[in-house]
């Protein structure tokens, strides 16, 4: 499951935006406003996207199978690369289609004009919370990383997926705040369809990014340049200091695969090799929590030739 932070973040939105594609899809009903059945659909879309976190959290905790024998935890991956697929498809195109539709019939809001500006302005309050929720449970974990690179290097996909949804929800309220209100001023129906556009772009934009984030966590993530350097020294504090090769990958956010290959000694007796690897594997354990499966292989470094090191080094 999520960490609890991610998942009260992905509560707060789930709520929030549950009551906002109700009171939206009324006021769409009430009005005709193509702004107001756009957010309808990316309030329901958002909500599903929550869902679809909390869902893949669950899966992810079901204990390892002969057919898995790593276990889950790559579910959360998945099922928030599913959040950018629907993100896409129902949020981004139909808002787009919608705008499509309305900029060759563009029609005024005539009936019940307080309504729209009312709940985008309720919304955008709502949202506002929401917004608040994910930053704080995001700074609990993101350190002293810019929110760009806490969004691209974060193996725990649930706070960068709440950020960017939180984001583009209050921004699509703006836009369609905009749009609503310019054409109750000027009596003009284009700029609801304008405003209707705004939010079908963003919302493309926006699974884009979460789809290639989320991609890159699927194919499988290394740990991180700070967990590895853990792993280095844990090594090193039990006589592994010459590490010939390592390779290390996420198969969840809380599971990290640590593979390597040191140097022993060519006289080393088994017994004492044994403990002294158990120990090692202890160590990097301690030190980085999430390394939950370590492979340790010991080897003798091969000798090469000056010419040799020099054709490497090229």
């Known amino acids: 499951m999520a960490a609890s932070g991610g998942t009260k973040a992905i509560l707060a939105a789930l709520f929030a935006n549950t009551g906002l594609a109700i009171t939206k899809f009324i006021a769409f009903l009430l009005t005709g406003s193509s702004a107001m059945l756009a957010e309808s659909v990316h309030s329901v879309a958002d909500s599903s996207n929550q869902a679809l976190l909390l869902y893949g959290g669950k899966r992810a905790k079901r204990e390892e199978t002969p057919r898995h024998p790593f276990g889950y935890s790559r579910a959360r991956y998945y099922y928030a690369f599913l959040v950018a697929v629907v993100l896409f498809a129902v949020g981004g195109l139909y808002s787009l289609y919608e705008s499509s539709h309305k900029f060759q019939h563009p029609e005024p809001i005539t009936s019940w004009q307080w309504v729209p500006v009312t709940v985008l302005i309720v919304g955008i309050i709502l949202e506002s919370f929401s917004l608040r929720t994910a930053i704080v449970e995001s700074n609990a974990v993101r350190g002293s990383q810019s929110w760009t690179n806490f969004v691209r290097r974060s193996r725990s996909p649930e706070l960068p997926v709440i950020l960017l949804e939180d984001i583009g929800a209050l921004l699509g309220l ?49 740990a991180t340049p700070e967990d590895v350097d853990k792993i280095e020294e844990a090594l090193a504090e039990h006589g592994f200091e010459d590490v010939i090769g390592m390779r290390t990958m996420h198969l969840g956010p809380e599971d990290v695969l640590v593979v390597a290959k040191v140097a022993g000694e060519p006289d080393a007796k088994v017994s004492e090799m044994s403990a002294r690897i158990n120990a090692a594997e202890d160590a990097v354990r301690e030190a980085v929590p999430t390394a939950r499966l370590i492979y340790l292989e010991v080897d003798v470094r091969k000798k090469t030739s000056k010419k040799s090191r020099k054709k490497a080094r090229k």
């Open 174 to 222: 703006v836009f369609a705040l905009i749009g609503v209100s310019l054409t109750l001023i000027t009596g003009n129906g284009i700029w609801d369809a304008v405003g209707t556009a705004a939010i079908g772009v963003l919302l493309v934009v926006i699974s884009i990014v979460l789809g290639i984030e989320t991609k890159s966590l699927l194919m499988g993530e290394s």
